[in-house]
């Protein structure tokens, strides 16, 4: 008896060390976060000089005052989620049925066409070959040129459905349902895809993300002012403001308060350009264990 007690007194320090462990871990990952969302909404001055630490300090709006009186922020967000959106429903209508196929066992080329997919991972033509092949399909300077570009199917997304494909649709089922007259194309848009919800949905997030940050397309590709993503349009108004902020700085003492104020511009466009991404990440996070997991390991 006493065995046990001790043994379960043992049990009892070993699990409160590590669910200490692992509240420490969290906080160690959320408080830089957090530590932003404050900082955005305090005094600057109070920023600076170390006084905020765990709640915001002297409110001040001052930073997102500047991010939206900008009347591109709100172009740069209607063109971000027409990207975004029509990005990820072209990505998907690309990589999934490629992914079926190539999942087929007796599509016999399946395995010679994985190695050119794959082959692209690690080697490709370069910047300036890419911008010609843009230019020569007349895709620079229009919105098309984020949704059709060397990167609208993911090799790396294409393996992990093709293995959760493999994995999670029997054989058996396909045959089945070929008694009953059944095509691939009937077979796999009435009974892949809705037994395919979880890694569809973190297969999706995974290029809306990549969607919503593309920051170098709009760099390399786009002059018109009108077409500029938000993450374009967010670095203008960084830059603008760290520019004078550095050229008050020659100014004398009123150079720090315009750094500081450029500093709260800063954590306001992390927020701002986050934000959306944050909000909709808790509604997907139930499919990535499922979803990833199964699709990356197959057995």
Same mark, same amino acid.
């Given at each position: ?17 590590? %669910?200490?462990?692992?509240? *420490? /871990? ?13 900082? #955005? ?11 905020? @630490? ?6 001040? !709006? ?5 991010? !939206?009186?900008?009347?591109? /922020? +709100? ?6 989620? @027409? ?28 395995? @010679?066409?994985?190695?050119? %997919?794959?082959?692209?991972?690690? !080697? ?23 949704? @059709? ?9 294409? /393996? /992990? ?21 059944? #095509?691939?194309?009937?077979? %796999? ?11 569809? #949905?973190? &297969? ?7 969607? +919503? ?8 590709? &786009? ?41 709260? *511009? ?10 959306? *991404? ?22």
């Amino acid at each position: 008896m006493n065995r046990i007690k001790n043994k379960k007194a043992s049990d009892l320090i070993f699990d409160a060390f590590v %669910f200490g462990l692992c509240i *420490i /871990i969290f906080f160690v990952i959320a408080y830089p976060l957090y530590f932003i969302v404050i900082a #955005s909404v305090s005094d600057p001055t109070l920023v600076s000089t170390g006084k905020v @630490f765990l709640f915001p300090q002297g409110f001040s !709006f001052f930073g997102y005052e500047e991010i !939206f009186k900008d009347a591109r /922020i +709100w172009i740069g967000y209607r063109n971000t989620l @027409f990207y975004a959106v029509v990005g990820t429903f072209i990505n998907l209508l690309f990589t999934l049925p490629a992914a079926y196929v190539l999942s087929r066992q007796e599509f016999r080329a399946r395995r @010679f066409l994985m190695f050119f %997919f794959v082959f692209t991972m690690f !080697f490709n033509g370069g910047l300036i070959p890419t911008y010609l092949l843009m230019k020569d399909l007349s895709l620079i300077d229009t919105p098309w040129v984020f949704i @059709f570009n060397p990167l609208t199917v993911n090799v790396f997304n294409l /393996i /992990i459905t093709r293995t959760f494909f493999e994995s999670n649709i029997p054989n058996e089922m396909y045959e089945a349902a070929t008694i009953d007259g059944c #095509s691939h194309f009937k077979f %796999f848009s009435k009974i892949v895809l809705p037994l395919s919800k979880a890694v569809i #949905s973190v &297969i999706g997030l995974y290029y809306l993300v990549w969607h +919503w940050n593309d920051f170098f397309t709009g760099l390399i590709y &786009i002059r018109n002012y009108d077409l500029q993503p938000l993450q374009i349009v967010l670095r203008d108004i960084l830059l603008s403001n760290q520019v004078f902020a550095e050229g008050a700085g020659s100014g004398g003492t009123g150079g720090g308060y315009a750094q500081r104020y450029a500093d709260q *511009i800063k954590y306001g466009v992390i927020i701002v350009s986050s934000l959306p *991404i944050l909000i909709l990440y808790p509604f997907i996070q139930k499919y990535f264990e499922k979803g990833v997991l199964i699709g990356s390991v197959k057995g």
